[in-house]
């Protein structure tokens, strides 16, 4: 569906080839990830790139079967760049000649010098004498290909900056996408720009495209989407709204298990505000009902999915002629990973997912979302006109309170939990600190313990406040909130929701411990 300027990105493992696509995107330059197995001759024709970039990767070109991309890559006549492992193949395929680490390997920052001769693609960058640089690497080039020099050079990687002006190729052995190479966006972008780019990949566009994309696809036919107030499902929702209108039903399932108003302020906003085909499925009994007695977390995350799914079957079923299922997948969930090591992953908690309900159900997936990165479908929900403040919500889970109150769920436990919730959130946005944090939220904790207020004695639970800074969830760190802060905020729960008479901060970062509790 995409007319734009196209980027190749070939993959060959590196974690942070994610991160090389990012910050292209925020250049307005439409890329793709594609690992280097699948890159074929015929793909490169199909995909016809503007520029090529060569990721980073695990592997060396010693290996046997070590991964290459085509040779046709080097003959398409676009510009090339290579990073790190991108680097060695691309030396390695023209002529040049790579050795093993020995004592040569270098991990972490160094700081790379530039030659007198000056490169383009480094204006802006290089303005002094030494510039801070990631680096990762066992192997480095130590001959380099025909036609190539070197600009920049490191300790340990003396050809930590090479390019073939003539052929437009440039090769770094550091990671110029990660953070930790401070002006590394410069080297992206001077790239980009000399590969005639034209910035044409932006929200405002991609708004209008994706809609002529989903009424040619729906044509006139009726589409049904999951909306769970979240972001992704959100904006989802918006764009099929404006595309097709009447035709699209959400259906929102209300669990019991959302915070303070929640269900109200989603219902009156979606369908009040903006005029949405949109069922409330208040199956809180049920879902509340199965929950009672279990305190075992994954059976309690295997009740919720379970539910979820033939509760919106049964609401879905009930929309006259529906042929799509709209869904909020996002680019990162489609990216086919370079795997190495090649075994299975263990599972940490089984996420709540509908996966698989389309199939069963015998619909068809509309996903508009699927070639964006979380930020962009932010700035798209912006270009929906959906409120600011409602677009940089904190991310909430599939399973909700649930797994905010550790051990049995009553209801009693519930509503002590929203209203301490909803006094935490406040105390956040007072202080002006709700954007800085990642997630933040309380757990009720299945512990009652002895107070005293007045002059009696109190016996009721305690709960725990959680509060991280994260990039995507992965790895968290937790919120380095004020004694002042946190004092104010305890006296505030215990003053005014009655259940709680202790509150504790949960200085756990990620890993060892999980954002959520369960
Ligand atoms: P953990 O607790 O695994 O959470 O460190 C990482 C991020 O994922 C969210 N989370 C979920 N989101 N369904 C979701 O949609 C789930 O089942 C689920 N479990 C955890 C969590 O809130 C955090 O942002």
Known sequence: MTHHERLLIIDFGSQVTQLIARRLRELNVYCEIHPFNKVTDAFLADFAPKAVILSGGPASVFADGAPMPPTTVFTLGVPVLGICYGQQVMMHCLGGHVERGHGTAEFGRAFVTPTAEKLSILNGWFETDREQVWMSHGDHVSRLAPGFAVYGTSPNAPFAITADVSRNFYAVQFHPEVHHTPNGAKLYENFVRLAGF?????????????????????????????LSGGVDSSVTAMLLHEAIGDQLTCVFVDHGLLRQNEAAEVVAMFRDNYNLNLIHADESELFLGKLEGVSDPETKRKIIGGLFIDVFQKYANGIEGAEFLAQGTLYPDVIESVSFSGGPSVTIKSHHNVGGLPEKMGLKLVEPLRELFKDEVRVLGRELGLPASFIGRHPFPGPGLAIRCPGEITREKLEILKKADAVYIDQIRKHGLYDEIWQAFVAILPVRTVGVMGDGRTYDFACALRAVTSVDGMTADYYPFTHDFLGETATRIINEVQGINRVTYDITSKPPGTIEWE
């Open 198 to 226: 034209t910035g044409d990949w932006t929200m405002e566009a991609y708004r209008d495209q994706a809609i002529a994309a989903i009424r040619a696809q729906v044509g006139d036919k009726r589409v049904i989407c999951g």
